[in-house]
């Protein structure tokens, strides 16, 4: 079962010591602007660990309003290279540098993070020797200001402490590969799509799992956008709003996920385009999948270890 917080109830926020699998959304929109919303960023939490699946622009600042302890924040997964899902990654890592992060961040992601990693560590070395020099070494270790990174295929990509998280190939062309990931602890699991059409692999990797957050796009909405921007003549961002449309998963689509994978709770996020009211978000929800939610910023999810249990705020 799965509970949501209402005004009727007290919000529920997982203790300090919580056992379990915690997922906060740090970010749940897309390119698209919406206020109050930053781009694509999911933090998975357990006791020992802290992960975050992609760093989009906004969501470092999310995360530290939401409390997330970034000092003992492992590595950054990354879906793909698309500017939404990496563009806060300088942020991530002088947030948990400062916060007293123990090692080196590691950036994980498929062929083609190393080029990534290597652009940012040049970026910023003016800042982390300006940074240094201001607070000296004993505050802010300069070796643990660069960035690493480390290049991974499908597979179990990390086994330890009773956490184990897979890496599965997504479709979202022309981006060959793309990665979604699966996370497991304590008999919990959180399935994260990064973007992605709905596939047989997605479906495969969901079945079972307690949550899945999927990117989803309302496809009326985009073309609606499309239509106005061409009659006013705007037709650069209208050929992007069209092209966008072949490599996102539409809410209808979503119903084969839900009727071919055992799934606890289908969470939307990476929201094209993310609603700014209450008729926004009527209009987005209309065909999503019974029982599916849409995420906002900051939305907790836990999920209590060895329970069935599924709770939010």
């Known amino acids: 079962m799965f ?18 699998l915690k997922i906060t959304l740090c970010g749940t929109s897309s390119p698209l602007p919406a206020p109050g919303r930053a781009q694509a960023c999911v933090a998975v939490e357990t006791p020992e660990h802290l992960y975050l699946i992609d760093a989009g622009s906004g969501s470092a600042a999310t995360a530290n309003l939401a409390g997330i302890p970034t000092a003992k924040l492992r590595g950054i997964l990354l879906t793909h290279f698309h500017s939404d899902h990496i563009s806060d990654i300088g942020d991530f890592n002088l947030n948990s540098w400062v916060a007293g992060r123990p090692a080196p961040l590691q950036i994980i992601g498929p062929t083609g993070v190393d080029r990534i990693v290597e652009g940012l560590n040049i970026t910023y070395e003016l800042d982390r020797g300006y940074r240094v020099a201001h607070h000296g070494e004993e505050l802010l270790n300069p070796q643990l200001g660069v960035l ?16 184990r998280i897979t ?32 596939t047989e692999k997605i479906i495969e990797v969901s079945d079972g799992a307690d949550v899945v957050l999927h990117d989803a796009m309302a496809l009326q909405l985009v073309q ?33 996920l839900v009727d071919e994978a055992d799934i606890g709770l289908l969470a939307l996020y990476h929201l094209v385009p993310a609603p700014r009211n209450p008729m926004a978000v009527a209009a987005f929800s209309r065909g999503i999948p019974e029982g599916a939610i849409l995420t906002e910023d900051a939305m907790v999810i836990a999920l209590p270890s060895n329970s069935e249990d599924i709770d939010i705020d």
Do not use: K
């Not at 509970?3 to 379990?20: H, I, K, M, N, W």
């Not at 990174?149 to 330890?160: H, L, Q």
């Not at 992007?240 to 209808?252: G, K, N, P, R």
């Open 3 to 20: 509970t949501v917080a209402s005004e009727a109830q007290l919000p529920f926020s997982p203790p300090r010591d919580f056992e379990g």
């Open 148 to 163: 690493q990174s480390r290049t991974i295929e499908e597979g179990v990509i990390v086994a330890e402490d009773g956490l």
């Open 167 to 198: 890496a599965f190939e997504v479709s979202h062309p022309p981006i060959e590969p793309a990665f979604g990931y699966r996370l497991d602890y304590a008999g919990r699991s959180v399935v994260i799509s990064g973007d992605s059409l709905v």
């Open 224 to 256: 609606g956008a499309e239509n106005a921007l061409r009659s006013a003549g705007i037709t650069r961002v209208a050929t992007v709003l069209h092209d966008i449309q072949d490599y996102h998963a539409t809410t209808s689509d979503l119903q084969r």
